[in-house]
Nanobody, 126 residues
Framework: QVQLVESGGGLVQAGGSLRLSCAAS????????MGWFRQAPGKERQTVATVTWNGGIAFSADSVKGRFTISRDTAKNAVYLQMNSLRHEDTGVYYC???????????????????WGQGTQVTVSS
C-alpha cells in the first residue's frame, strides 16, 4: 500500500520560511518522479514543482521560482519543498504526489501523478 505523508505546514508571517516534507512508503521510491502541488481556497489545484526520479528539477512554477526549492533524498524516501519569502498568495493546502512515468512535456501535468498524499495546510499571514 502506497502512502505519502506530508508534514511541515503551519502558520507563518509573510516573508517567512517553511520546509515541507513528504515521507513515501510502499513504492520503489527511486524510480518515481515526485511533485508538490497546492490548492488555494476557491481555486483549482496547481503544480508548484516537480523533480525527476534522479533528482533533476523537472518543473517550477513561475510564481515560486527563486523562492521555493524542491529536493529529494532517496536514502530517506522523502521529498522536500523549501519555501522562502512566503507571500499571502502562497496560502493553501500543499500536496505531495508520485509519478511512475514523467517525461519531457509532462513535468507539470497533474494527471501523470499516480499517488497523492492527504495534504498539509500552509497559511501565510500578510
Amino acid at each position: 500500500q502506497v502512502q505519502l505523508v506530508e508534514s511541515g505546514g503551519g502558520l507563518v508571517q509573510a516573508g517567512g520560511s517553511l520546509r515541507l516534507s513528504c515521507a513515501a512508503s510502499g513504492l520503489t521510491f527511486n524510480v518515481y518522479a515526485m511533485g508538490w502541488f497546492r490548492q488555494a481556497p476557491g481555486k483549482e489545484r496547481q503544480t508548484v514543482a516537480t523533480v525527476t526520479w534522479n533528482g533533476g528539477i523537472a518543473f517550477s512554477a513561475d510564481s515560486v521560482k527563486g523562492r521555493f526549492t524542491i529536493s529529494r533524498d532517496t536514502a530517506k524516501n522523502a521529498v522536500y519543498l523549501q519555501m522562502n519569502s512566503l507571500r499571502h498568495e502562497d496560502t493553501g493546502v500543499y500536496y505531495c504526489a508520485a509519478a511512475s512515468q514523467l517525461y519531457a512535456g509532462t513535468y507539470s501535468r497533474e494527471s501523470k501523478f499516480d499517488y497523492w498524499g492527504q495534504g498539509t495546510q500552509v497559511t501565510v499571514s500578510s
